[in-house]
């Protein structure tokens, strides 16, 4: 038998198709009401490859935009390539300012994310909150694959929201189970990241995203030397100034 992702995870909920046909809705209102305003911020994991499939199927004139750190696995980056062959949608690339990281590193190593909390999150900031802060400069709403069920910390992710900016922050899979998005997947043939194969739920930075064992939390290969509570990376943590990472 086989133990790929949608093999092990493609369990829909009895109420399935009724948070597909509202997802669909939320993201085709929000295509209207915003135009060119509005962006799929997409970490090309499971639940952003749902999303971008939507935009797709739809023709939704959503553009879609990743944050490559520099420090990404090869299959994650892969995924730009899989994207454009398999929907002939290109992905906006933001990266950090080269000289910015020049500096960390030289100054703190290449492994300063394991030092402490504070140089993880300073490692963040320039990697991925800084690009994000350029992508979304002049946008008026932002889509991401937040789910409630990722974590104690997201258990209250709303539908919609507002970032620190005043932005409409959309998360329309915010009520999907793991097994919804793996039924999705399989049944829609949509592209993922290999990774997901090998027990990375959550695919971040590769210095940092590790495969998890049977009954470990969903993101417990996140940032797995720190507490629970420390475990963002700014790009989705309201109300604070460090707040974001996929
Ligand atoms: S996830 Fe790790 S490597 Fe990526 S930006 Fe954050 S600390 Fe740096």
Redesign the pocket.
Known sequence: MSLDAPSLHARPSDDFEAKLAHTTAVLSSAAVEHGTGIVQTSSLGAEDMVITDLIARWHLPVGIATLD?G?LHAETRAMLARIEAHYGLQVQVMHPQREAVLHFVARNGER??YSSIAL??A??A???LEPLGRLLEGKSAWITGLRREQSGARVAVPFSEHDSEGRLKLNPLSDWTWGDVWHYIASNGVPYNPLHDHFFPSI??????RAIALGEDFRAG??WWEDEAAKE?GLHVQHQSEGL?A
């Open positions: 750190t420090m300063a994310m993880r999150k490692c963040c320039l990697r991925k971040g930075c590769a210095p940092c995203t996140r940032w990376c990472a």
